[in-house]
């Protein structure tokens, strides 16, 4: 993991961060704040880079991933104020919060280097991080019981996609991985 990834994913991480916030909502059982899914991928040269969707209980988003130019990473954020990616980071933050009480409790959340998993994390309003790993084909069922909250991540990379898109539609832009097939529809609704 480089060093750009590794400040942005520790900001995510720390809930000090959201101290200065006068009114921070904590979610669910485990009182939630910061939720969010750590993949990772091969880039051409054969090397592990990870890639991080992150939103916060506030309904602003961040989406990083390490990549090989100068500075090494790349990114989106928004939600702060309304629109899409703001409803999409909310979704996922409910969602998360839910499944938070599904999570192990961890002292430190360890990089994801499996291809073939994803983390999902949450992160409670006194520092307690919890978290799974578990293989992304497992994750996209819509019977597991934490397929809302993956699926909501997937929906908020379409929606930053789609702002970005509106934003400089004759740029071509780097565009996060496709979200899945079960991205346009509701999680919590099975078809």
């Known amino acids: 993991m480089n060093k750009a990834y590794e400040t942005m994913r520790n900001f ?7 101290q200065h916030k006068e009114e921070v909502p904590l979610l669910g059982e485990r009182k939630i704040c910061v939720c969010g ?11 592990i880079k990870n890639f991080l969707i992150a939103a916060s209980s506030l309904g602003n988003a961040s989406i990083y991933f390490e990549n090989n130019s100068a500075s090494g990473i790349g990114g989106f954020t928004g939600g702060a104020s309304s629109g899409s990616v703001r409803e999409k980071a909310l979704r996922m933050m409910q969602a998360g919060a839910a499944a938070a009480v599904r999570l192990e ?6 990089p994801q280097q499996d291809e073939n998993k994803v983390t999902l994390f949450a992160v409670s309003g006194d520092g307690q991080i919890y978290a799974s790993e578990l293989p992304e084909t497992d994750v996209r069922n819509p019977e597991n019981a934490l397929y809302a909250f993956f699926a909501y991540s997937q929906q908020l990379i379409s929606a930053f996609r789609a702002e970005n ?22 999680p919590d609704k099975k078809q």
Not at 12 to 18: A, C, F, T, Y
Not at 37 to 47: F, H, L, S, Y
Request: glycine share 4%; proline share 9%.
């Open 12 to 18: 995510w991480l720390d809930v000090k961060n959201l």
């Open 37 to 47: 899914v750590e993949i990772a991928a091969r880039d051409t040269k054969g090397g």
């Open 165 to 186: 898109e509106a934003v400089s539609p004759s740029k071509e832009t780097a565009k996060p991985a496709a979200p899945s097939a079960a991205a346009d529809t509701e």
């Open 105 to 110: 409790p961890k002292a430190v959340l360890t």
